[in-house]
């Protein structure tokens, strides 16, 4: 019998996606009071880089809104697993934090 279970992102890699997704939504944020701010009565070059600017913003909305997801879909399918395998899970943990303990007080 053979049993398919997908990558889990280790806690690492979840941080730092979290970490960028809220950096891209404080960047957005600023971006868009930049836009608002702006100076209105500038000329054509200053409305070609507010529509630049524009689209970027759109951008990384996007980008931010698919890396969330990307996010949430690894955490539901992690809670797939745990919840198939509860026994297994409990296991490895157990040896996991077993390992890192024996790492952690040799010297």
Do not use: W
């Not at 909305?61 to 690894?74: D, F, I, M, P």
Request: aromatic share 2%.
């Amino acid at each position: 019998m053979d049993t398919i279970v997908p990558q889990i992102p280790d806690a690492a890699a979840e941080v730092t996606r979290e970490k960028v997704a809220q950096d891209l939504r404080i960047l957005i944020r600023d971006a868009e009071a930049l836009l608002k701010a702006g100076v209105s009565d500038a000329g054509s070059k200053m409305e070609e880089l507010k529509a630049r600017l524009q689209t970027s913003v759109g951008k990384m909305k996007e980008t931010c809104h698919q890396l969330e997801e990307k996010v949430v879909a690894g955490a539901k399918a992690t809670d797939k697993v745990i919840r198939a395998h509860p026994y297994e899970s409990i296991g490895i943990a157990f040896g996991v934090g077993l390992l890192i303990g024996v790492l952690i007080n040799r010297k």
